[in-house]
């Protein structure tokens, strides 16, 4: 039995006979730069994507102590990893911005809290759901605080097992999650990408909405994943794939998530409603080739 359930995000559904929801993830591509978000967040827009994604840490509670004073070479010097943290983390001058800038330009926003800290800074925005990152899927006090804030979530599966995935949906509940099939490679093997887990996900988890959040180079494996059935699409998007940071080259530029969204949207028209049928528009090549009628044309 395949997937016909939908979650209502924002102002539109996610799921079942929906459009695929696309999502342009920023993260931190932006390098702390509120300017790099804003071009990024103009260009998901140019691409037609339904929604931008960043990504919200409390430094402090994220890094562990024996990292924090590791130094390491940075676009703006050699600094210490905690204070590297500190740097390109946005605050709330920079989300309250944003905020109203998606607002204007009419685009979905979300994140994804790495702590309860983070959670707690976000709910001053009325943001359309939270995104649960694959890191964060074991983590029992976060999942239990984003569920506390009654949003729909986005539950990523990288680097867990099934049983991980089925103790999370367990504990969340079906009611407003959507799953994502990941594997947390940055870029990933082709050959680990397991796409065929949107069909077992589909038939295990038949009220719940399924998707994809892609961290490949290319765009093959997303649109196979479309053709799978994924009812969202989460791909990171960059300026340029060789900018300073860990997720730019798994990322796709903006031209690219331009085609990407164009030929979602052209595989959604031709993957049809899978009942057999002869159209009008075969009716010339019928009559012509054919020497045995057809009853019933549509």
């Known amino acids: 039995m395949y997937n016909k359930a939908r979650v209502k995000v924002g102002n539109r559904y996610i799921g079942s006979g929906e459009p695929v929801y696309i999502i342009a993830e920023i993260g931190i591509n932006h390098n702390g730069s509120l300017e790099i978000a804003r071009r990024l967040i103009d260009g998901a827009i140019f691409a037609g994507c339904d929604a931008v994604k960043f990504q919200k840490r409390t430094p402090e509670l994220c890094v562990p102590e024996d990292q924090w004073y590791l ?127 949107i069909l077992n996900y589909k038939q295990r988890y038949s009220e719940i909405p399924i998707g994809y959040s892609g961290h ?13 059935g994924a009812c969202f699409i989460e791909r990171h998007i960059t300026l340029d794939r060789a900018m300073w940071g860990t997720d ?14 164009g030929n979602i949207r052209d595989i959604e028209k031709s993957l049809g409603d899978g009942i057999k049928r002869v159209y009008h528009s075969e009716y010339n090549s019928l009559k012509k080739l054919r020497r045995v009628k057809a009853n019933s044309v549509v």
């Open 71 to 197: 130094e390491r070479d940075t676009p703006w010097g050699r600094m210490t990893y905690i204070d590297y943290k500190r740097k390109i983390e946005f605050g709330g001058e920079e989300f309250s911005f944003i905020d109203n800038y998606c607002r204007e330009r009419g685009i979905d926003w979300f994140a994804s809290p790495w702590d309860e800290e983070a959670v707690d800074f976000l709910e001053q925005f009325d943001t359309v759901l939270y995104k649960i990152p694959s890191a964060s899927l074991t983590d029992k006090v976060l999942l239990n605080k984003i569920k506390t804030t009654g949003k729909p979530i986005m539950l990523s599966t990288g680097m867990s097992t099934i049983d991980e995935v089925e103790d999370a949906v367990d504990f969340l509940g079906s009611d407003k999650l959507l799953l994502a099939q990941s594997t947390s490679t940055y870029p990933c093997k082709l050959e680990e990408l397991n796409l065929k887990v």
């Open 216 to 228: 490949e180079t290319g765009l093959a494996p997303t649109f196979a994943a479309v053709a799978l």
């Open 248 to 261: 730019q080259a798994a990322s796709v530029e903006v031209q690219g998530f331009f085609r990407m969204v």
